[in-house]
């Protein structure tokens, strides 16, 4: 990682800009970086790799002379990742900032970049951070087609959404999404070492993607994603539904690549997968398209002609999901992926399951992670009598271990020594591996994270119980050491509850400790980066659900506890979900059909409805 070193106040920057073949666009590109270079100051290297035989480039290199600019050719066409790849190596600068050639920098696009890395870097240089700037469309011409108009406006949204989630992402306390929209390329920046360390763009993703896989591997290594007002004007010129029809091909091609030839196993390519999982209808829906998307194609054609007539939003929208799945599905087969393929690729989900006391709760709020033992026991006859018995906790740390369907990770959290007394003398007749997570402070006294709360105060197990469960193959992870609310932390405090508490559970186990529990399940990317930073290789949420393709450091749980119903066992085994979670799931994608100027209205008229009592 980082390591301590921290930036200069004005570090240098190299500026990378691939190009092919649009010398015009690319003098505008390079005037308007001129005027920001001038106004910044500092030490600028602005490289231009042109990506194959270009003579108007090569004119154009020889007459430019607002600025001094570096000139990389490629012999032939190598695709955009070559191209700046090839610009970082001939990079000097401290920080890298890649720019396309038919953006146009804001003023204070240099200076905001370089801001972004000082001031993350001097309030903890432990880190490693990349800075991701705004991107504002600004159309050369309008869009010739109805259908266009509206993508351009989907777009533009699409944008301002995605700048929002880097802009609260560092707070934003749900990870479910937090791989999906990880992304590095354009008016992005980067310290050179860090791309050097991290291998910078694929070139086998030469078409499209590149951009979205170098950053979730940035994402999974715990780098930093930070905001930065940095801004870019998007020059585009391009007719849209040429463009995204396109790239909803691309998207089905790339998936297929990164999934099966690179492993890439994550919700960025999740995509896959939802023939055989995920809502009944979204399955049946994706199925529907693998097998008839010539079809899908004709009927997209009707609703584009509609949406050309009318202007419906409505009418757009079928268009845009029908269309999007027809190319996806006929670009995944036609790169040779076959459905026994896509079965074996996606695998078993991975079911961990999610305890703290078994003990019978005395009040509402103990039922709500308290289990009576007479219903631990019940439960684990229910997991019997399905089939699932319980994998070695070590066995998720295998990326590539093949997991069958009957296979449950169970875990444990806080260590009440309620767990000596009835979960221990189960462990070899019903062939248990548990893994418990301590947090370090408490253990030997009691839950005094609890004491603002409605609960009992409970002992935790003693050190001695401890190291015997040790002996007979429990394993355990960390819970911090003060169980504190992570996200509310400083950094130091963090560090000290994330690390310190992996190095005292070590000492005191005599061997590695690989995972770790978010206390009372709150976390965020910041929490997460710390993490992985300890060198854990695994955390826990308390997100309920089955692990497909998930991000190893927030995985998923089903919690059982005397709230859960014992009729709901199975289904919960099953599904990862309880009931009522389980009926919304299967129902988000009919909700997702009703349009969203209806759902505003809906959502109201259903929070101020008559409640009895």
């Not at 009931?579 to 209205?601: D, F, G, N, T, Y």
């Amino acid at each position: 990682m980082n390591g301590t070193h921290t930036m200069t106040s004005q570090p240098s920057i190299s500026v990378i800009i691939p190009t092919f073949r649009r010398s015009d666009i690319l003098r505008a590109t390079l005037d308007a970086l001129a005027e920001d270079a001038q106004g910044w100051g500092g030490a600028v290297q602005v490289i231009v790799v042109c990506d194959g035989e270009d003579e108007g480039t090569r004119t154009l290199a020889k007459s430019y002379s607002a600025m001094a600019v570096e000139w990389v050719f490629h012999e032939q066409n190598l695709g955009l990742p070559s191209a700046r790849n090839s610009g970082a190596r001939t990079a000097s600068g401290d920080l890298i900032v890649f720019l396309d050639d038919d953006t146009a920098a804001a003023p204070s696009l240099l200076r905001e970049h370089a801001a972004a890395h000082i001031a993350a870097e001097e309030r903890d240089p432990r880190y490693d951070y990349v800075a991701c700037g705004k991107i504002v469309e600004a159309a050369l011409a309008a869009q010739s087609s109805r259908t266009g108009e509206l993508l351009e406006k989907t777009w533009i949204s699409t944008l301002d959404r995605y700048e929002a989630a880097v802009r609260d992402g560092e707070s934003d306390s749900d990870l479910a999404h937090a791989q999906e929209i990880s992304c590095f390329g354009l008016n992005c920046s980067i310290r050179r070492d860090l791309f050097e360390r991290t291998g910078g763009f694929n070139p086998l993703l030469r078409s499209m993607d590149e951009e979205l896989e170098y950053g979730v591997r940035l994402y999974a290594r715990g780098v930093r994603f930070l905001p930065t007002p940095a801004t870019v004007y998007h020059r585009n010129d391009k007719d849209l539904v040429e463009y995204f029809s396109r790239c909803w091909s691309l998207g089905g091609a790339c998936d297929s690549l990164r999934a099966s030839r690179l492993g890439e196993h994550n919700s960025q390519t999740r995509n896959l997968l939802k023939l055989d999982t995920g809502p009944k209808l979204e399955q049946l829906t994706n199925r529907a398209f693998w097998h008839a998307h010539v079809d899908g194609r004709e009927v997209a054609n009707v609703l584009r002609r509609l949406t050309e007539s009318t202007g419906s939003r409505f009418s757009f929208r079928l268009w845009h999901d029908v269309e999007r799945l027809s190319r996806y599905w006929a670009a995944v087969q036609e790169s040779g992926m076959t459905r026994d393929q896509l079965r074996v690729l996606a695998g078993e989900p991975v079911r961990v399951i999610m305890l703290h006391s078994i003990a019978a709760p005395a009040n509402p709020d103990e039922s709500t992670y308290y289990l009576s033992p007479s219903r631990f026991r019940l439960l684990l006859e229910r997991m019997r009598d399905g089939g699932y018995h319980c994998a070695d906790p070590r066995k998720l740390e295998d990326q590539h271990a093949v997991w069958d369907a009957g296979e449950v990770v169970l875990t444990f959290d806080d260590g009440y020594d309620d767990f000596y007394a009835e979960v221990f003398p189960l462990i070899a007749e019903h062939g248990l591996k548990p893994l418990v997570f301590l947090p370090v402070d408490w253990i030997g006294k009691s839950n005094g994270w609890d004491v603002d709360k409605p609960v009992r105060s409970r002992k935790l197990m003693t050190l001695d119980q401890v190291r015997e469960l040790q002996r007979y193959g429990v394993r355990f992870g960390s819970h911090s050491i003060t169980h504190p609310s992570m996200p509310t932390l400083n950094q130091d405090a963090l560090w000290r509850e994330v690390s310190e508490s992996k190095r005292r559970l070590e000492d005191l186990l005599g061997e590695e400790v690989s995972t770790f529990a978010y206390p009372f399940g709150e976390t965020n990317r910041r929490v997460r980066a710390a993490v992985i930073q300890a060198e854990y290789k695994l955390a826990f949420t308390t997100t309920e659900g089955l692990n497909i393709w998930q991000d190893p450091f927030a995985l998923l749980r089903t919690e059982f506890n005397d709230r859960v119903a014992p009729w709901s066992y199975s289904l919960k085994l099953r599904t990862g979900l309880g009931i009522r979670e389980s009926v919304k799931q299967e129902l988000l994608p009919l909700w997702r059909l009703i349009p969203r100027e209806l759902r505003a209205p809906l959502v109201k008229a259903w929070r101020n409805r008559p409640r009895r009592g």
